[in-house]
């Protein structure tokens, strides 16, 4: 049959939409007998283009090369819907270019500037736009703001299917990140209505319990349910992973064995890399497994115990080391570090993330407190400065923290390099929240974080840093600076004195005093080291120790001296005189009388000899004291005299 005999034997309007494939291939550049042909030869196999959806995936798959173009136009001027399947095992050479000149234009460049506007970078808006968003708009024929969840869903479900299909785990990975950036970028465009989950985040408990036999997996995934009800859903997924473990264990033997085999286990537990379990680990489940037991038990459940399975003495004590804090030199070229990585220049998240370090370390944030900042978070107060209001936290306490300039420009950079979008829902309460710390539409993660935190600690020639070292750090410093302990715990947010003098005792004044005292009376008592072939000269001055257990006057002793009513005082040199030396005497305040001229006559007399004493071993200063004491003590006799009839 001749080429214009078969052409007229298709549907009526199929001239009409070769003609215009033709038009769409000229305003490419492209076009042949080829092209055209193929467009015929697919219509004959399909005079209405809509059925080609109906064919089975392999059908459409094994389509001519040539007729793919055709179907590819078919799909861009809305005249066909393959499937999701078919738009995921294909990959379109040229689809997005094409796009741009079709009825999805003005969608896919609106999705675009949102991306860009997000930080996403060229290539990964590119990808986002051609392989979800595109996709989506052909299959539902809908416009942009017209797209649901489900959609984006069910493109996803595709990719898996087709990624299980071929075998090709990391082709789902790259279209599940593409999926999740597309959904984050429509919730910031209000097209949908809440933002994607965390597509590694396994949803609900029961994944917790791979490996736990019944009845047991359902009794704690119940006791967990319960738990839900009263504590945090970090505190509930810790809960079930303790008891996931104590139920893997009971799995493993058979018959079941006592408590004590699983205690005697878990103090041999080892990591997969060898390495032995924490205290802390263990002490964990040994409390998660022992409260477990207790509520079941008070609630009546049919699966308690009968009697006490663990007892106080079952559950191991918590080491007490002092806080990691940073010394001087590490902690300025660890921050030096951080403030090259938030130079301009820099990729823009590093940037923001080293400015959120720095925050950290110049306010003492724990890092779940630095993550959930608001963006109002800065109180301007007349009078008193920039403070930083620090969201409810580990202790479920709020605190504001006061701002030097420094901070406040590094708030100020943090503001205006983190990405615009819509609140994002709290993760405790759900409201919408405008966050300080977001980039590309989410929070930026502990993990982000850490690993910036461990790039720049190898910049700086440093071995591990947690962020929570940066907290110590700023602690030790302010501890170092004379803060007091009220004032460092209102700063940390601690609500017993016992978390905030575990800094104190890192560097504690009286006893460096005391150390610095000691130390000095040993070299007195030794003497100076001898020289080689000379014999050592004979020991020093003895410890007042010595001076006030033997014969000699205590008045005589190498050491600062002072006569109290009850006694007498010395002091090493070293330490200088005590600020609280003869306040009394001195104070207004004091009242004496005819009663006490004895006592007062014999202080007299010992100042007197204590200044000579000071005199005779070159102590300007204490001798003035003594000289003023005395003369003090002159008025208060004379004034006693003076009141006698």
């Not at 015929?40 to 040539?66: I, K, T, V």
């Not at 970028?185 to 490996?211: N, W």
């Not at 110049?362 to 107060?381: K, N, P, Q, S």
């Not at 920039?386 to 479920?396: D, E, F, S, T």
């Amino acid at each position: 049959m001749p080429g214009s005999d078969r052409r007229a034997a298709h549907a009526p309007g199929a001239a009409d939409l070769v003609a215009d494939y033709e038009r769409w291939l000229a305003a490419d550049g492209r076009g042949s007998a080829c092209y055209v042909n193929a467009a015929w030869a697919f219509l004959g196999h399909w005079p209405d283009p809509a059925a080609f959806a109906a064919e089975p995936l392999a059908h459409q798959l094994a389509l001519a090369a040539s007729q793919r173009p055709f179907v590819t136009f078919l799909m861009l001027t809305g005249r066909l819907r393959p499937g999701y399947d078919y738009l995921a095992h294909r990959k379109i050479g040229g689809l997005l270019a094409q796009a741009r000149r079709g009825v999805f234009a003005g969608d896919i460049a609106r999705f675009a500037t949102a991306a860009t506007d997000l930080d996403y970078g060229a290539h990964i808006v590119k990808r986002t736009t051609e392989r979800v968003v595109l996709r989506v708009l052909i299959q539902t024929g809908r416009l942009l703001d017209e797209v649901s969840t489900a959609d984006i869903d069910e493109l996803a479900a595709a990719f898996r299917r087709c990624a299980e299909a071929k075998g090709n785990r990391s082709s789902w990975v790259n279209d599940r990140s593409l999926v999740y950036a597309a959904h984050r970028v429509l919730f910031h465009l209000g097209v949908l209505d809440t933002p994607p989950e965390d597509p590694r985040r396994r949803p609900g408990l029961a994944g917790h319990y791979s490996g736990v036999d019944e009845p047991l997996r359902s009794l704690f995934l119940d006791y967990c349910d319960q738990a839900a009800a009263t504590r945090a859903p970090a505190t509930v997924k810790a809960i079930a992973s303790h008891l996931a473990g104590f139920g893997r264990f009971l799995a493993s033997l058979d018959p079941p064995t006592h408590i004590e085999a699983w205690l005697a286990a878990l103090a041999a537990a080892h990591h997969p890399d060898g390495t032995a379990m924490s205290v802390g680990h263990q002490r964990g489940q040994i409390l998660t497994v022992r409260q477990f037991l207790t509520d079941i038990l008070g609630w009546g459940w049919p699966a308690a115990p009968t009697r006490t399975l663990i007892f106080p003495r079952d559950i191991p004590q918590l080491p007490h080391p002092l806080p990691r804090y940073l010394p001087p030199d590490a902690d300025r070229r660890l921050t030096a570090a951080l403030e090259a990585l938030s130079a301009p220049g820099a990729a823009p998240r590093a940037r923001l993330h080293a400015d959120a370090l720095l925050l950290t370390r110049a306010t003492g944030l724990r890092i779940g407190e630095l993550r959930e900042l608001e963006l109002d978070c800065v109180h301007e107060i007349d009078g008193h400065g920039a403070w930083l209001k620090v969201p409810l936290g580990k202790l479920a306490t709020e605190r504001m923290v006061p701002l030097d300039d420094e901070t406040v420009a590094v708030l100020d950079r943090i503001a205006a390099r983190r990405t615009p979008g819509r609140p994002l829902p709290h993760p405790r309460t759900g409201r919408p929240v405008e966050f300080l710390l977001v980039h590309q539409g989410r929070r930026i993660s502990a993990q982000a974080l850490r690993a910036e935190l461990t790039r720049a600690a190898t910049e700086a020639g440093l071995k591990s840093v947690t962020p929570h070292q940066l907290r110590h750090t700023y602690a030790t410093a302010l501890v170092n600076a004379g803060a007091s302990l009220q004032a460092l715990m209102q700063l940390l947010g601690h609500v017993s004195a016992t978390m905030s003098l575990r800094y104190g005792q890192l560097f504690d004044a009286t006893v460096r005093a005391e150390y610095e005292r000691a130390l000095t009376q040993a070299k007195a008592q030794l003497g100076p080291a001898p020289l080689a072939g000379i014999p050592a000269a004979p020991s020093g001055p003895v410890l007042p120790l010595t001076a006030i257990t033997g014969d000699a006057d205590w008045k005589d002793s190498p050491t600062i001296k002072s006569r109290l009513a009850g006694g007498f005082c010395l002091r090493a040199p070293a330490q200088g005189t005590c600020a609280y030396a003869n306040i009394c005497e001195h104070c207004p305040n004091l009242r004496t009388d005819t009663g006490f001229l004895a006592v007062l006559a014999a202080q007299r007399a010992d100042a007197a000899a204590l200044a000579a004493d000071a005199e005779t071993r070159g102590w300007t200063a204490e001798a003035s004291r003594h000289r003023r004491l005395a003369a003090r003590l002159d008025e208060l006799i004379t004034h006693i005299g003076a009141d006698q009839p």
